[in-house]
């Protein structure tokens, strides 16, 4: 009978200490999270900032008449030559200069074909496709639709040509059509999570690096295992449960140091399939 007590004490009181270890690491994890979350905050609200004061400068700014084309132009000298002539009058033409007559248009060819919008500096070619850089990364650049501004792609983001927005460490061109969803819209929206959390996390408490990288399922499935693993290898009695037991506990082992090393090389990603921020 008093081993009996002694084994029932045993198994209370280590299910005390196993639910009181689940509610720390449960409010560890709040914590970490809602500290990340105001400092997402408070760096969309700086850019906020950024961007209205970008815009009160730009209505400020005084708007600029575009110059004529160059069709326009020729037209209008070649309108000008003729009626002289008719009338008899004889055109005196300056040294090193010369009547430009207008070509007609190709309508098969396209505009960037075309030697009349090939020859036009009013003509802006359009965006060509870039690749993603060496690193691999296909969210480290967005191609822009319009010309690159410090209004769409401001700092830390960088406009590494007139239709391409370097994205910084912390960004990621995730979104739809690649322009967030606040407005004014802008490139590079999307705030990475950082791998060095994520690293820090997953090494003290094994889990809560893949729940706060977004990976839900798995960071749960690492998270329950060991606890019914502890609880089969200690209340019931029989041996092949309890080897099956402290087999399963070794492989959570393994499963936990292949995790930190992944983590260090930055191999994970967050729940949409962006890689994390290096550190």
Not at 46 to 64: G, Y
Not at 179 to 191: D, H
Not at 205 to 213: D, I, Q, T
Request: proline share 6%; charged share 15%.
């Amino acid at each position: 009978m008093s081993a009996l007590l002694k084994t029932q004490d045993s198994n209370t009181t280590f299910k005390k200490i196993s639910f009181s270890l689940l509610l720390m690491l449960f409010c560890l994890f709040i914590t970490c999270s809602s500290s990340e979350m105001k400092k997402t905050k408070k760096s969309l609200s700086k850019k906020m900032k950024k961007v209205k004061t970008t815009i009160k400068n730009k209505e400020n700014e005084p708007n600029i008449q575009q110059s004529p084309s160059f069709l326009e132009t020729a037209a209008e000298e070649k309108l000008s030559t003729k009626s002289k002539l008719s009338q008899g009058n004889e055109t005196v033409l300056q040294p090193n200069t010369t009547v430009l007559e207008p070509v007609e248009s190709d309508t098969t060819s396209s505009p960037a074909t075309n030697p009349l919008t090939l020859n036009n500096p009013v003509y802006q070619q359009p965006p060509q496709a870039v690749n993603p850089t060496n690193s691999g990364d296909p969210y480290e650049i967005a191609n822009t639709k319009t010309s690159c501004t410090q209004m769409n792609c401001f700092y830390p983001n960088v406009c590494i040509s007139n239709f391409v927005c370097k994205c910084g460490n912390e960004n990621a061109n995730y979104f739809k059509d690649s322009i967030s969803s606040e407005n004014p819209p802008y490139y590079c929206a999307y705030g990475r999570k950082k791998q060095l959390v994520a690293f820090l996390l997953e090494f003290f408490l094994p889990s809560f690096g893949h729940l706060y990288a977004g990976q839900y399922a798995i960071g749960v499935l690492k998270l329950l295992l060991p606890c019914v693993f502890v609880v089969l290898l200690y209340v019931i009695q029989n041996t092949l449960v309890k080897g099956i037991a402290g087999a399963g506990l070794c492989g959570m082992s393994i499963w936990w140091l292949v995790d930190i090393i992944l983590y260090g090389l930055n191999k994970y990603s967050d729940q949409n399939g962006v890689r994390l921020a290096s550190w």
